[in-house]
């Protein structure tokens, strides 16, 4: 047998031992005879300790060994009642490894380990996650609610769905949730508080997994997930850092039938019929802070890897990135103007290069002239005197310009992603930004909310400049 089957085969065991947190006589003797088997020795557990219970589980998976699946299943349930009780921590990694390794199993699923720094919820908690806007499922999930809630509670699980705790938080006074808010993170600016409480407000499961999940928090396995189930399934160290473990079931629009499958599945490797059921759940004005509600809060409330909007507001020359809590400094409106120039030229940017040949020279001068008089324009919005606006078409110029602002946008704190909203080059000499259209907003004086670039009074100005 290779070597890393060996590995991934103790780390399985080592954690199924541990998973109860009581280690007995009859689990080290079982533990003896396995090492028998598999030829484990001290080397190969001391590998063990290195790799996670996912990278171990899909280790076995794709061996393409013969039996060897179908062995390791076995041996792992004599381990889980070895003591004569199957405990509930011990059935959670029991009902990952049937899903990954029993080929008649009905779920499709797998298994992820993620740092506990990152991710981390409560043992046993049911969250419904998807990357797009699934309307099958979710109708499903509406109509069926209370039914798959039920099932899964009387099974010793939580069901979380995103749309139901934003439910929650909007039936809710908004001055009380800012209140919450300001208590949690009493640094915050009120600017900073509102956009988050919006933020919330307008939280959809989509978002949550893409934004939060995968950009924030660093998950990019569940990057461009189907409508799944991640199910917490146990906790255990690699090396020196504390993992989570996470089982996950893809669903679609029978996910009612799903659930009653893999509760049934789940409830038929206890040996009993009795379950720690958790009953708390929000109510009107109160919040928890604990588990999954506390995880939310937090993920918002840090700053950190954040995919922030733009908002620029001529009127007050500023450019603000709202979900960070930060404005653009150290800048004039001519560095200001720039950035919002090269934001409505988005992707295609700007060449200032020189031409080669004297053949060319006449249209470089007549696109240049043209840039000019739309930076010129944008200038003016910022307060500034179009016939005193900088001249971008000359080198000595236009440097120092470029270096101040790239220098501002470097500073600005948790990002994610920060070079997007840097300045770049491209091979071709073009400048641009390369943040996404829909995250740039422009603030005006004839509404009350920002509205997108591409709908704003600058862009229609600076569109309209010959």
């Known amino acids: 047998m290779k070597t890393a089957y060996k590995i991934a085969i103790a780390r399985i065991f080592s954690d199924l031992i541990k ?36 990278d171990a589980l ?83 999930i509406q109509t069926h609610y209370r039914s798959i809630f039920k099932e899964f509670q009387l099974a010793g699980f939580h069901f979380v769905y995103i749309p139901k705790i934003i439910d929650h938080y909007k039936n809710t006074s908004p001055t009380l949730f800012k209140d919450i808010l300001s208590f949690l993170t009493p640094s915050m600016s009120d600017q900073g508080l509102d956009n988050i409480y919006k933020s919330l407000m307008k939280m959809t499961t989509g978002v949550f997994c893409k934004d939060l999940l995968c950009n924030k928090c660093g998950i990019s396995d569940l990057r461009g997930t189907l409508p ?40 038929d490797m206890l040996n009993t019929d009795r379950f720690v059921v958790n009953t708390s759940e929000e109510r009107d004005n109160q919040f928890h802070f ?9 993920i918002f409330l840090v700053r950190r890897n954040i995919r922030s909007s733009i908002h620029i507001n001529p009127y007050k020359e500023e450019i603000s990135f709202p979900d960070i809590d930060a404005k653009a400094s150290g800048l004039h ?17 700007i060449d200032f290069s020189a031409p080669g ?57 948790a990002l994610y992603n920060p070079e997007d909203y840097n300045i770049s080059k491209s091979a071709d000499g073009s400048f641009s930004v390369h943040i996404e259209p829909e995250l740039v907003f422009v603030h005006q004086l004839d509404t009350a909310e920002p509205v997108p670039l591409h709908e704003s009074e600058l862009y229609r100005r600076w569109s309209e400049i010959p």
């Open 19 to 54: 998973a109860d947190r009581i280690i007995d006589t009859a689990e080290m003797g079982c533990w003896g005879n396995i090492c028998g088997k598999y030829a484990i020795d001290r080397e190969t557990r001391i590998r063990a300790l290195e790799i996670s219970f996912a």
């Open 357 to 413: 040949s004297a053949d060319t020279l006449g249209k470089y001068d007549r696109r240049m002239k043209r840039i000019q008089r739309r930076y010129a324009e944008i200038y003016s919005m910022f307060g500034g005197d179009k016939k005193t606006a900088p001249d971008l078409s000359i080198p000595e110029i236009r440097r120092p310009i470029f270096s101040c602002l790239k220098r501002a946008i470097k500073n600005l704190p």
């Open 333 to 349: 409106r001519r560095e200001r103007a720039l950035y919002t120039l090269l934001l409505c030229y988005g992707s295609a940017g």
């Open 228 to 267: 799944s189930l991640l199910i917490k399934i146990g906790n255990s160290y690699v090396g020196e850092d504390q993992y989570a473990n996470y089982l996950k079931i893809v669903v679609d629009e029978e996910i009612a039938t799903t659930v009653q499958t893999f509760v049934d599945r789940f409830s």
């Open 290 to 298: 604990h588990g999954f509600y506390k995880q939310l809060l937090d």
């Open 58 to 140: 899909h280790i076995i998976c794709d061996s393409g060994e013969k039996g060897l699946k179908e062995d390791l299943l076995r041996d792992c349930r004599s381990m889980t009642v070895s003591d004569g009780f199957r405990a509930h921590s011990e059935a959670l990694l029991m009902i990952s490894l049937t899903t990954l390794l029993d080929p008649t199993h009905p779920l499709k699923g797998d298994v992820f380990s993620i740092p506990k720094a990152n991710f981390n919820i409560d043992m046993a908690t049911a969250l419904y996650i998807e990357n797009e806007y699934d309307p099958e499922t979710n109708n499903a």
